[in-house]
Structures are given as structure tokens and as C-alpha cells.
């Protein structure tokens, strides 16, 4: 069974950073695929970043050039590295995972991934 732990949310500045963590137990991590998604309340869940375990990365328009998706195999872990944070990017950062390949065809879609952490809030003021 795998379990998937978010870490690293908190309340930060407008303009400042912060670095996720997604710790997986239980799946081969080095052919487990990673994203990231995040909710804010009313909305609806919205794709972030993803990280295939080939490497090939994946980020929504929203924060292309601000955030940065990177995986560590040695330790089971994916990270978010958000910079130049905004207000708009407030909201619960949840992990998801699959033990397959991605494309652009299936990165974007919350349906593609099968496991899912519990989230980790993250508030940014202005």
C-alpha cells in the first residue's frame, strides 16, 4: 500500500518562497510518478506540477517560470520549490502518484493518478 506525506506548507509573504516535500512509502519510487495539485476553497482541485520517473516535468501556465518540481530517488521524495509567491496560490497542496510513465496526454488530469496524500496548506498574504 502506498502512502503519500506532504510537508513544508506555512504562511508566507507575497514574494516569498516555500519548499514542498511528498514522501512516498510503499511504491518502487524510481518508476513512481509524481504531481502535485492544490485547492483552494469554493474552487475546484487544479493541476500544479508533475514529475515523471523518467524526469520529464510538467507545469500548469499558472506557475511556469515561479515553481519547480524536482525528485530525490535516494530518499522517496518529491519537492515543490515555490518562489515568488502570490495570493492566488493560496491554497491545500495535495500529492498524488502513480507507478507509471507520464505524458502530456495523462500529467494533467487528477483521474491519472491512483494514491493521494492528505495535503498541506500553504497561505500566502498579501
Known amino acids: 500500500q502506498v502512502q503519500l506525506v506532504e510537508s513544508g506548507g506555512g504562511l508566507v509573504q507575497a514574494g516569498g518562497s516555500l519548499r514542498l516535500s511528498c514522501a512516498a512509502s510503499?511504491?518502487?519510487?524510481?518508476?513512481?510518478?509524481v504531481a502535485w495539485f492544490r485547492q483552494a476553497p469554493g474552487k475546484e482541485r487544479e493541476f500544479v506540477a508533475a514529475?515523471?520517473?523518467?524526469?520529464?516535468?510538467y507545469y500548469s501556465d499558472s506557475v511556469k517560470g515561479r515553481f519547480t518540481i524536482s525528485r530525490d530517488n535516494a530518499k522517496n521524495t518529491v519537492y515543490l520549490q515555490m518562489n515568488i509567491l502570490k495570493p492566488e496560490d493560496t491554497a491545500v497542496y495535495f500529492c498524488?502518484?502513480?507507478?507509471?510513465?507520464?505524458?502530456?496526454?495523462?500529467?494533467?488530469?487528477?483521474?491519472?493518478?491512483?494514491?493521494w496524500g492528505q495535503g498541506t496548506q500553504v497561505t500566502v498574504s498579501s
Open positions: 514529475i515523471s520517473w523518467s524526469g520529464s516535468t
Open positions: 510503499g511504491p518502487t519510487f524510481s518508476r513512481y510518478s
Open positions: 498524488a502518484g502513480r507507478s507509471a510513465l507520464l505524458s502530456s496526454s495523462t500529467a494533467y488530469y487528477a483521474r491519472s493518478y491512483d494514491d
